[in-house]
Nanobody, 124 residues
Framework: QVQVVESGGGLVQAGGSLRLSCTAS????????MGWFRQAPGKEREGVSCINWRGSSTYYADSVKGRFTISRDNAKNTLYLQMNSLKVEDTAMYYCAAARTFHYALGCEQPNYWGQGTQVTVSS
């Protein structure tokens, strides 16, 4: 049984930082590209960042480029998202996902597995 579990969300002031983590079990972690998605109230879910299976290629949405950094540790089956210079508009539920397809311009496509999400709230 595949389990994807996010952690690290919380409440932070604008300009602050958070580090999200995601652990996956029940799958061969380095068989999958891994990504972060987010969904704000009343909005569609959007791809934030994606990293290929060996960590050599990354994708970032324009809205987070230069502020967020994605990384992975295949030995620990763990994905990370370092979020700096947070803005109020970054407030959303953040989801971790495992995908078989990575596109350099689109990120993780059609994820196979999803986590339950971790809430990130940025106050002004």
């Amino acid at each position: 049984q595949v389990q994807v579990v996010e952690s690290g969300g919380g409440l932070v002031q604008a300009g602050g930082s958070l580090r999200l983590s995601c652990t996956a079990s029940g799958l061969t972690f380095d068989d999958y590209h891994m990504g972060w998605f987010r969904q704000a109230p009343g909005k569609e879910r959007e791809g934030v960042s994606c990293i290929n299976w060996r960590g050599s290629s990354t994708y970032y949405a324009d809205s987070v480029k230069g502020r967020f950094t994605i990384s992975r540790d295949n030995a620990k089956n763990t994905l990370y998202l370092q979020m700096n210079s947070l803005k109020v508009e970054d407030t959303a539920m953040y989801y971790c996902a495992a995908a078989r397809t990575f596109h350099y311009a689109l990120g993780c496509e059609q994820p196979n597995y999803w986590g339950q999400g971790t809430q990130v709230t940025v106050s002004s």
